[in-house]
């Protein structure tokens, strides 16, 4: 795994399109459709219902859950994860926010890589998740006149994401 501090990227480079499906090994989410996003710094994941905590020994965690599928409340997975840091945040519009950043294992066109993740609502976005410069800077270029490149689930989940 890579250490998402070091600038420095793997010394063999994969190609992305502007839109993939991931997964988060380790967590219970087999798939969840991204949008790869270069104007995007940190990543970030749609989650609900945070809950933070500390442990016996002071550490900031946070438990969260994640709906993998738009407009779905199916699948949904309960996740905890150490508080890594917090970022105030500025979207697209301008709006600015304070988020939780936790480390989070990503495969992404094959390979597994750790990105840092902010926690917020993307209820209203296209996609549950965004993968941003940071993670991309792990040997990853963009290609933003394609799409899924690390390859599409079947027909069954395809639907499943759309909310039908």
Not at 30 to 52: M, N, P, Q, W, Y
Not at 84 to 105: I, K, T
Request: proline share 5%; net charge positive.
């Amino acid at each position: 795994m890579h250490d998402p501090t070091n600038p420095t990227p793997p010394a063999s480079t994969l190609t992305a399109g502007w839109r993939e499906w991931v997964s988060l090994p380790g967590t219970g989410v087999e798939r969840i459709k991204a949008k790869v996003d270069t104007g995007a710094r940190t990543s970030a994941l749609h989650a609900f219902d945070l809950h933070e905590w500390r442990d016996e020994q002071h550490t900031a965690h946070v438990t969260f859950w994640v709906n993998p599928w738009q407009k779905s409340t199916a699948d949904a997975v309960r996740l905890t994860r150490p508080v890594h840091d917090r970022r105030e945040v500025r979207s697209s519009s301008g709006h600015a926010e304070e988020r939780v950043v936790v480390l989070l294992d990503v495969c992404l066109v094959g390979r597994q890589l750790t990105a840092e993740v902010t926690l917020t609502s993307r209820d209203e976005m296209g996609f549950r998740m965004l993968i941003g410069r940071e993670a991309l800077r792990q040997g990853f270029l963009v290609d933003a006149g394609a799409s899924y490149l690390g390859g599409r689930p079947g027909r069954e989940d395809r639907r499943r994401n759309r909310g039908a």
